[in-house]
């Protein structure tokens, strides 16, 4: 049973910080892609970061956002700086390898004063 953890949201101030984690587990981690997402009410679920060898990222997020992974703990990061009132939404993990693709449950970013 394939299964993507993602833990680490909550509600920070504009200005502040957080990092998601999302623990993998069904799957050969170290021959995935591994990304985040995030979807806003209304709006459509959009690409935040990936990696797979080299990292790419959303022109909204580069310079604020880092992703990252560790194969030996089957666990992908995202590192999150400067955040914004507009980086607001449900973040999920999603990985890919060949055709097989899987969705983590999504954790809440809020980011308000």
């Known amino acids: 049973q394939v299964q993507l953890a993602e833990s680490g949201g909550g509600l920070v101030q504009p200005g502040g910080s957080l990092r998601l984690s999302c623990v993998v587990s069904g799957i050969n981690f170290r021959v995935a892609a591994m990304g985040w997402y995030r979807q806003s009410p209304g709006k459509e679920r959009e690409l935040v970061a990936r990696?797979?060898?080299?990292?790419n990222y959303a022109d909204s997020v580069k310079g604020r956002f880092t992703i990252s992974r560790d194969n030996a703990k089957n666990t992908v990061y995202l590192n999150m700086n400067s955040l914004k009132p507009e980086d607001t939404a449900v973040y999920y993990c999603?990985?890919?390898?060949?055709?097989?693709?899987?969705w983590g449950q999504g954790t809440q970013v809020t980011v308000s004063s």
């Open positions: 990696t797979f060898g080299v990292a």
């Open positions: 999603h990985s890919r390898s060949g055709t097989n693709v899987y």
